[in-house]
């Protein structure tokens, strides 16, 4: 089959490798659809240390079912399918207490790192267990489905936040996450949609998903246009999804006493904390890792046209362009958001 292989730090080649070899409970999918994640290019450089090669990314896909496991029983040839990007173990004690998503020697499709290596879907075809494995809605197609993955992490996001109707929201980050983070909270009935980020067009963006309102941090002054707007308090939530110390302690100075705040970015592996002000002012500080449980409520959402998908898709290209826009992503090409890749 063809691969895109990540055979060494910044370099992308499109190989012959060896079809995947399933399990009994594993199906085959051909890969009609896969995006492009920010951890994919972040990890590209090796500064993640989670994408060591030669490793085959990618994790947002969806297909066709070729060939099934002999004790696969669920699922048949032709089906169309999409899976989550974790693959968990189902005895696991945390999947039992339903966290499958913090489950004990779990991996990640499309990560090598010290603990696994599993070869993910910049391929004509990956290899799927059964039990991550989702429908897809006829009314719903490759393109989107390569995109639900993102969309679950945002509802999980949301989801562990605890929003209430009217709560005001302070959202650092307008990336694809952000974006799908935005919409959510506005399903969600949050009213003020506070974003910000130093890209003025991913700010732009974020305005047409449902922000209310947005600040360039490059310029603004969040905090002061922040507390400004809520009564001089603070926001009642607040989301972290970058993973760099300058956000976090922005999302920090913008939030009210007794604030959430949900963590979601992770590209840097330490950020500075100002640990004072988060104990004295009671501020919950939470993680939200990948998803548990939320991909079909994103598929639902997606068919009833509850979240935008279109304005998030920057193109759609043959796997073979995949090395040019992963270096125009890697770049920060304005504008650029998400890329899909067809094999």
């Not at 992490?153 to 936040?161: F, M, N």
């Not at 983070?181 to 305005?207: E, H, P, Y």
């Not at 705040?261 to 904390?273: A, K, W």
């Amino acid at each position: 089959m063809k691969a895109l292989v990540l055979t060494d730090y910044n370099k992308l080649e499109l190989k012959e490798v060896p079809l995947p070899v399933l399990t009994e409970n594993e199906v085959l999918v051909r890969v009609k659809s896969v995006g492009i994640c920010g951890s994919d290019v972040h990890g590209m450089d090796g500064s993640t240390g989670r994408r060591q090669p030669p490793v085959i990314m990618g994790h947002e896909a969806s297909g066709i079912i070729e060939s099934v496991g002999e004790n696969v029983t669920d699922w048949r040839i032709g089906d169309r399918v999409t899976f989550d990007s974790t693959i968990y173990q189902v005895a696991d004690w945390y999947s039992r207490k339903g966290f499958y998503n913090l489950s004990d020697n779990r991996k990640v499709l499309g990560v090598s790192c010290d603990e696994f290596h599993r070869d993910g879907a910049f391929a004509t075809h990956v290899a799927i267990p059964q039990h991550i494995l989702y429908k897809i809605p006829d009314t719903v197609s490759f393109e989107y489905a390569a995109m639900v993955e993102p969309v679950a992490v945002a509802i999980h996001a949301v989801k562990l936040s605890n929003i209430s109707l009217n709560d005001s929201v302070l959202v650092g980050g307008a990336g694809i996450i952000g974006l799908f983070i935005i919409q959510v909270l506005k399903l969600s009935g949050a009213t003020n949609i506070m974003v910000f980020d130093i890209d003025q067009s991913r700010l732009d963006l974020a305005l047409k998903m449902g922000a209310t309102h947005i600040f360039n941090s490059a310029s603004d002054d969040v905090v002061k246009e922040v507390k400004e707007l809520t009564h001089q308090r603070g926001a009642d939530i607040g989301f972290e999804v970058v993973g760099h110390s300058t956000v976090l302690n922005s999302v920090i100075a913008g939030v009210r006493k007794g604030a959430t705040i949900t963590l979601v970015g992770n590209v840097s592996p330490l950020v500075d904390l100002p640990l004072q002000i988060v104990v004295s002012r009671q501020l919950r500080l939470q993680g939200s890792c990948a998803i548990c449980g939320e991909y079909e409520a994103a598929l639902d959402l997606i068919a009833r046209n509850l979240i935008k998908m279109d304005p998030m898709m920057s193109a759609v290209v043959p796997l073979a362009e995949g090395p040019a826009w992963f270096k125009r992503l890697y770049n920060r090409e304005p504008g650029l958001m998400k890329v899909i890749l067809q094999p």
